[in-house]
């Protein structure tokens, strides 16, 4: 198959080549192997059913249906349904979501090790989806910071997002993050980690996901988010912005990966499809 990379910090796309060339196995396995490499892999224009695009998913590992059912795809479970489009007046999913820089799920124990796109309605001219490796954003970290984490512990907690529910009025601050820490128990994760694949460093953990650095106190904790944020925000040549042309096929390692969702315009309808893929049994 024809590949390029995309930047020289994270991505590659492939070139020319339909679901049957993808789903062949030898194609399939050269697939894994530029995704392991690159830690994002992008094929544009590909056709897939709901179907394919599950079984796709299931050469990976085993596809994990959304936690929240309403936004799952009505005959399939496995696809959670990203969408700001309605029908008969109902969400046909859950709006967009994660448009601030975090790796998935790293609030959670054990995050599935992949996620999977196919836009399958998508504007060219918003809604575009940012990119960063977390191995060039801990490359990039200015070796004081790098003594610093050595060997630490980020607590990763859900806390900062969680939407205020109806039933969350009228608590203080402190009671709400008792609330949220009772329905989302904060988890350890090593705030640096090694790569199976590329058996490189990666920074794990995010601001926006993280609660606090163990042994940290509250002014290096923020000091530390602040040079985070910066290596995200500030330098453009080490993102990769995804601008979303009918069908494409996104593909990520969830772990070395950072992404940012950013914002549709106002009256334009906006529909993916993605499947959350955690390790074979
Ligand atoms: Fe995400």
Known sequence: MKSAEITPFIGVELFDVAYEDLARPGNFAEFTTLLHRHELAVVRGLELSPQQQISLA????????????????????????????????????????GNFWHQDSTFIADPPPYTMLHGVNVPSTSGHTLFASAIDVYDRLPELWKRKIEGRVGIGSVAKRLRIRPDHVGLSPAEFKVVAETEHPPVRHPLV???PYTKRRY????????????????????AFFGVVNSLLQDDADHVYTHRWTPNDLVVWKTHTTYHAATDVEPGVGRTVHRVSIKSAA
């Open 58 to 97: 299931r050469r990976l590992g085993e596809p994990v249906p959304f936690v929240i059912e309403r936004y799952r795809h009505p005959e399939f479970p496995e696809i959670m349904i990203s969408s700001n489009e309605t029908r008969n007046e109902k969400p046909i999913g859950v709006a967009r979501v």
């Open 193 to 195: 980690k090694v790569d």
């Open 203 to 222: 920074l794990y953990g995010s601001p926006e996901y993280l609660d606090s650095i163990l042994g940290f106190d509250a002014n290096e904790t923020e």
